[in-house]
């Protein structure tokens, strides 16, 4: 019998695990052709999601759970589910049941079907502010004029994987992990499904949109690269005040005449080349930056537990 692996990476979901629970619970009891698996990545979660899965396992032998040493992000927790799973194949959910387990049934024909990444696309992107659905459709843009292989639009992390692609996500190491990206690195033959995505049911989104930026920029900045993005975000505003300062005193020169000559356009042109300068080295200490983590060499995350067994 094949094995279903469901993974479902966890920070401070307390108050949606048991929800989600039952939902998963129907949906095996329903598809009882396959073995299943349902393993719960905590990622340090500060509230009572640890306690809260550990008795679910007490009544639901299908349930596993690794238990990393303190919050890595959610990037990182789904490296730790890609190492831990044992399934022919996995999906990857939010706890949130913002992603809907009804889908799974359909990702699992196809994936019968012998496609090897099945993946969710939102038709809607649900109530986000105009300003997040405008960056993130500048972010696409950017990404997907920048690389070799196609970056998908409004596609999540949820999806269905088969061990190959679980496989080869695994040999892929970084500590910048930025894993939408990944998945459309690895290939494979994918298959689309269609979704309408809901709104949280409870508990609060972990993203801001500073978050969320972050993601954009590629994965997590460790505390060290902060000063150089500050860099870059000043030197961009030095820039940008200067352009305005630039028309002002043009348009001003232009009407009302010039006292000294070529005084305003020498330093709006200095303020402005200097406020260049800075967002690209700014730009530059991003990369930088992004080299000297992964020269450390630290492993993506640290687990502590795996069921109940400490990982020494
Ligand atoms: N998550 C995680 N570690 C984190 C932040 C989030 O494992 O540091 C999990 C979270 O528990 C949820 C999923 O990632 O299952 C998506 O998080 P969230 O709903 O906050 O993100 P959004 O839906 O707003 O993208
Ligand atoms: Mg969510």
Redesign the pocket.
């Given at each position: 019998m094949k094995k279903i692996s469901i993974l479902?990476?966890?920070?401070?979901?307390e108050a949606t695990l048991h929800l989600l629970y039952m939902e998963l619970r129907k949906l095996i009891d329903s598809q009882n052709n396959y073995e299943w698996e349902v393993l719960f990545?905590n990622?340090?979660s500060k509230d009572n999601t640890l306690n809260l899965i550990k008795e679910l396992r007490k009544n639901d032998y299908h349930i596993n759970y690794v238990d990393l040493s303190r919050?890595?992000?959610?990037e990182n927790?789904?490296l730790a589910g890609f190492d831990f799973v044992t399934g022919d194949c996995m999906v990857i959910i939010?706890?949130?049941l913002?992603d809907p387990p009804s889908l799974i049934p359909t990702m699992i024909q196809e994936w019968e079907q012998g496609y090897l990444d099945v993946y969710a696309r939102r038709a809607g992107r649900g109530k986000e502010s105009w300003i997040r659905k405008k960056f993130s459709l500048l972010f696409y843009h950017i990404l997907d004029h920048s690389t070799r292989f196609d970056i998908l639009q409004n596609v999540?992390d949820f999806r269905l994987l088969d061990r190959v692609c679980i496989n080869a996500l695994k040999k892929l190491r970084e500590n910048e992990r930025y894993n939408k990206g990944l998945f459309c690195w690895i290939g494979y033959k994918k298959k689309e499904i269609v979704f309408n995505r809901g709104d949280?049911i409870a508990g609060?989104?972990?993203?801001n949109f500073l978050s969320l930026f972050n993601l954009a920029i590629e994965g997590i900045t460790s505390f060290t690269t902060a000063p150089l993005r500050f860099a870059s975000i000043l030197g961009g505003s030095i820039a940008l005040m200067a352009f305005c300062f630039l028309i002002f005193y043009v348009t001003k020169t232009l009407v009302y005449g010039d006292e000294v000559k070529g005084f305003t356009t020498l330093i709006a042109s200095i303020f402005f080349l200097g406020g260049i300068q800075l967002l690209f080295i700014g730009i530059l200490g991003e990369y930088v930056g992004r080299i000297f983590n992964e020269t450390k060499r630290r492993p993506p995350y640290i687990a502590y537990q795996y069921n109940e067994n400490i990982i020494q």
């Open positions: 479902v990476p966890c920070y401070n979901e990545v990622d340090g919050n890595f992000g959610k927790a789904m939010d706890a949130d913002q999540g949280r609060q989104s972990s993203w």
